[in-house]
Antibody
Framework: QVQLKESGPGLVQPSQTLSLTCTVS????????VSWIRQPPGKGLEWMGV???????DYNSAIKSRLSISRDTSKSQVFLKMNSLQTEDTAMYFC???????????WGQGVMVTVSS | DIQMTQTPSSMPASLGERVTISCRAS??????LNWYQQKPDGTIKPLIY???NLQSGVPSRFSGSGSGTDYSLTISSLEPEDFAMYYC?????????FGTGTKLELK
């Protein structure tokens, strides 16, 4: 069955860089696109960006200057890097498959990231 | 960015009740609208895609409708496992944006 599992540091200091990994099983990254979505505590969902099945990327313009999404297809992993973190970046970060460029079908359990000194 | 506004933000309801959640887009989105359910433990699953198509495995008590800027999710008869948060999401324009959320609570 399809599984996505996020991993990364739970705590990041302000102004530092966040690095997260999404390990995918049950499907191929060359046939499926993967997005990152985040959710601040008690708030709604924000789409961050996508790495398409062909390796191209698109980002939310609100955070584009700080964000990079990449992948290693041999390890079936997708990576998120975001720099210049601030307290408002504190959130649960989800990796999610994006089907046909339209809806988010398989969701990871999420990883909580707190930005604090 | 296309803004998505859901009403109500919270809804007390009873088992067996029929409920409808509304989602309004800041501009027409041509039925490019999905619905998701988030359980209290944080897990999220898709319910409906392209306005009215049920995701595989989703019970038939869930249905979606709408057009233009106005969309809705209806649950015909609430079951205990339906008490959760619900989000709409548009994919007519980038960035993908989600609704403000509706919390369905047990009355």
């Amino acid at each position: 069955q399809v599984q996505l599992k996020e991993s990364g540091p739970g705590l990041v200091q302000p102004s530092q860089t966040l690095s997260l990994t999404c390990t995918v099983s049950g499907l191929s990254l060359t046939s499926n696109s993967v997005s990152w979505i985040r959710q601040p505590p008690g708030k709604g969902l924000e789409w961050m960006g996508v790495i398409w099945n062909n390796g191209g990327t698109d980002y939310n313009s609100a955070i584009k200057s700080r964000l990079s999404i990449s992948r290693d297809t041999s390890k079936s992993q997708v990576f998120l890097k975001m720099n210049s973190l601030q307290t408002e970046d504190t959130a649960m970060y989800f990796c999610v498959t994006l089907k046909l460029g339209s809806y988010f079908d398989y969701w990871g359990q999420g990883v909580m990231v707190t930005v604090s000194s | 960015d296309i803004q998505m506004t859901q009403t109500p933000s919270s809804m007390p309801a009873s088992l067996g009740e029929r409920v409808t959640i509304s989602c309004r887009a800041s501009q027409g989105i041509s039925n490019y609208l999905n619905w998701y359910q988030q359980k209290p433990d944080g897990t999220i699953k898709p319910l409906i895609y392209y306005t009215s198509n049920l995701q595989s495995g989703v019970p038939s008590r869930f249905s979606g409708s709408g057009s233009g800027t106005d969309y809705s999710l209806t649950i015909s008869s609430l079951e205990p496992e339906d008490f959760a948060m619900y989000y709409c999401q548009q994919y007519d324009g980038s960035p993908y944006t989600f609704g403000t959320g509706t919390k369905l609570e047990l009355k």
